[in-house]
């Protein structure tokens, strides 16, 4: 009795101790560069589950009941993409191991689309189950440096970085440089995104970002950390510059143009200024991991997002730049304010100045994102 | 036969107990410890390569938040001691009927989430706000001076919301208190202020110990009141591991930090234990029995 019960116990423990190290040990970390991409296998008709990831408040009520209507595929959406950075820390162990962890479809802006493709962690697409990509995306967004033909990425919405500023509290906030004015000494704030917040201040600068070297990155994050340190800059945040803008605690912040709309709605004082060095441009872009279930229902899903009509539905509700063709005809017929609102159909005027972040090399962005992150780490 | 068993029941009865603790602590551990000592990047794979300079580089580049997460912690726990002693006591000896109903409504705040505590906290102390602008007329704030997003904001922010660690044990140890030992010191003439120095606290230290430990253990590694009561001077020493961890990918230099911070915490405990009595922390009925 007592001998088995021991043996009992030592089995349990055995098992217990070897479960652990199968389960932290299995694959290690990291690598996996060197792994050829895949194209994704399309059967001709969707059906059955999909899971797709994406970025909160960024779909409205209604695309996905009617895409399930219209498709027969199930769909489950979840908002699990905050942070481009943690999304990736979160799900890189998995997709190391060539899983999704039943993702079908993820969401990421074009650094990380990139990094990710650089990896081996996104397939290939299918491109005769996506004609409507084909036809619809808008030309300024169909040859990116990281991607020139599209051949992985499909971009979900885009949008411009600037500054949202108080106009009742800063009026004279024109440009990144006058985030520096000690008349707003703890008055304003910098974004956590560091693809955002250090361009715009090379910019401001005067470094033309075509031709932005290391050391002009390096020289950019030590201006934001005397600022930082000296008590000018009040804080980095995501989105939650909403609430310092809201309370006033803040004058003037670089944040998203959709975010703009939307705390304009709610508040006529909170207005998006484009800085007179221009802007950053961005894309979220949707991609098929690795081990993706049902990559025929995720394309099925581009494809029906990149319709003007199913997309003037989701851009009515997120206010960011579309990337379809056709949507602003759209909207001139059903809603002429929004169709002439610069900040979601801007002009190639109101863009003039704008840049999308440059590309750094692995090196180089591991410097620079250690020297970031001890700034805004203190 | 019945010799043997009886000797190795306590074992059986530790089992589960020693189970949990080699699943999941020893092993994590190991693999921490093992993760520290690697190099490499995320794209090339990291290696293990006993690379004992991750823990020298890790700490002399976050020397600042590492010693400034030993302070806000330390000055939290202070004022949570001298904000929690008088209400424990309070709660203890004066409390009478309404015992349960204070206790509860130390407790209470516990039933929201630790998150929304927090951010709450970024509009009771709005620049804007009762809180700042009451202060700034009666001068302790500076005009235009603000608390959020400044260290008092993080400390206070620490203090509220690891009060009940502080309170509770302290009340536990005051209630048990036999009153007729504090009629006993009067009896023998000691003044109200005498008994309280040389029998109620010297009586109620294990529970000042295990409170001072309960809000000063996790206050060290926390990270959340710095992330939205402070700013990135601010900072604490998990705000570095999180982003370490998380923005940076940088695992052996995140995996250093920890265990670092780990030791660190074990050695100011067990210095502290030691400097306070073991009587102190186990009470002393353990120590006699």
């Known amino acids: 009795m007592l001998k088995g019960l021991r043996g009992v116990a030592l089995a349990a423990l055995i098992l217990a101790v070897s479960v652990g190290i199968a389960a932290c040990g299995g694959g290690g970390i990291g690598g996996g560069a060197s792994e050829k991409v895949a194209t994704v296998k399309v059967d001709p008709k969707p059906s059955g589950n999909m899971t797709i990831s994406n970025w909160p408040l960024y779909i409205d009520k209604n695309t996905v009941p009617d895409f399930e209507k219209a498709t027969g595929v199930s769909v489950k959406y979840i908002e699990d993409v905050n942070d481009n950075a943690e999304f990736f820390g979160k799900m890189q162990p998995l997709l190391a191991q060539g899983q999704s962890g039943g993702r079908s479809l993820i969401v990421v802006t074009d650094w990380m689309a990139n990094k990710m493709h650089q990896l081996g962690y996104v397939q290939d697409l299918d491109k005769s189950a996506i004609p409507n990509v084909e036809k619809n995306l808008v030309p300024a967004l169909q040859h990116p440096t990281f991607d020139p033909n599209r051949d992985f990425s499909v971009p979900w919405q885009s949008g411009m970085t600037g500054l949202i500023v108080r106009e009742d509290l800063a009026p004279d906030v024109h440009s990144i440089c006058d985030l520096f004015n000690p008349k707003y000494k703890g008055k304003v704030e910098m974004l956590t995104e560091m693809r955002d917040t250090v361009p715009l201040v090379m910019k401001c600068m005067g470094v033309d970002l075509s031709k932005a070297t290391e050391q002009d990155w390096l020289n950019a994050i030590a201006k934001i950390k005397s600022a930082a340190d000296s008590g000018q800059i009040r804080r980095f945040t995501g989105n939650d510059y909403a609430r310092d803008l809201t309370s006033g605690d803040v004058d003037a912040v670089i944040g998203w143009s959709g975010d703009a709309v939307q705390l304009q709605a709610d508040n006529p004082n909170i207005k998006f200024v484009m800085p007179k060095e221009g802007c950053m441009l961005w894309s979220d872009n949707m991609e098929i991991p690795v081990g993706a279930p049902n990559p025929t229902a995720a394309e099925a899903w581009m494809n029906y997002v990149y319709d003007p009509k199913n997309q003037a539905q989701i851009a009515a509700y997120n206010n960011y730049v579309t990337p379809v063709a056709g949507v602003k005809q759209v909207f001139e017929k059903t809603d002429p304010a929004t169709a002439k609102n610069p900040l979601i159909f801007p002009s190639s005027k109101f863009t003039a100045n704008c840049d999308t972040a440059p590309t750094l090399s692995g090196q180089e962005e591991q410097k620079v994102t250690a020297a970031f992150d001890a700034v805004i780490n203190g | ?289």
Request: no cysteine.
């Open chain 2, 1 to 289: 036969m019945s010799n043997r068993r009886r000797r190795l029941v306590p074992y059986f009865l530790l089992g589960p107990g020693i189970l949990w603790l080699i699943l999941f602590f020893a092993v994590p551990m190991y693999f921490m410890g093992r993760l520290s000592l690697d190099t490499g990047t995320l794209e090339t794979g990291f290696r293990f390569n006993w690379q004992w300079s991750n823990f020298h580089d890790a700490l002399s580049l976050y020397q600042t938040p590492f010693l400034r997460s030993f302070y806000y912690a330390g000055a939290a726990t202070v004022i949570a001691l001298l904000i929690g002693y008088p209400l424990a006591y309070a709660i203890a000896f004066k409390g009478g009927r309404w015992k349960n109903a204070m206790l509860l409504a130390v407790v209470a705040p516990f039933f929201t989430t630790y998150l929304i505590r927090t951010i709450a906290w970024e509009t009771i102390l709005s620049d804007h706000g009762f809180v700042v602008s009451t202060l700034q007329s009666v001068g302790i704030v500076a005009a235009g001076g603000r608390i959020l997003q400044t260290a008092s904001a993080v400390i206070a922010g620490i203090t509220y919301n690891f009060l009940p660690f502080m309170v509770l044990p302290v009340y536990a140890s005051l209630e048990r208190i036999d009153p007729s030992m504090i009629e006993a010191a009067k009896d023998l003439y000691a003044s109200p202020r005498t008994a309280f120095w040389k029998v109620t606290l010297p009586l109620s230290l294990p529970g000042v110990v295990a409170g001072t430990l309960l809000t000063f253990i996790p206050a060290v590694g926390d990270y959340i009141n710095a992330f939205f009561l402070g700013s990135n001077n601010n900072h604490m020493i998990g705000n570095v591991i999180q982003g370490l961890y998380l923005t940076q990918r940088d695992y052996p230099a995140a995996a250093a930090l920890s265990f670092v911070l780990m030791a660190v915490i074990m050695l100011a405990v067990l210095g502290y234990i030691r400097f306070a009595g073991s009587e102190a922390l186990m009470g002393e009925e353990a120590v006699a029995g």
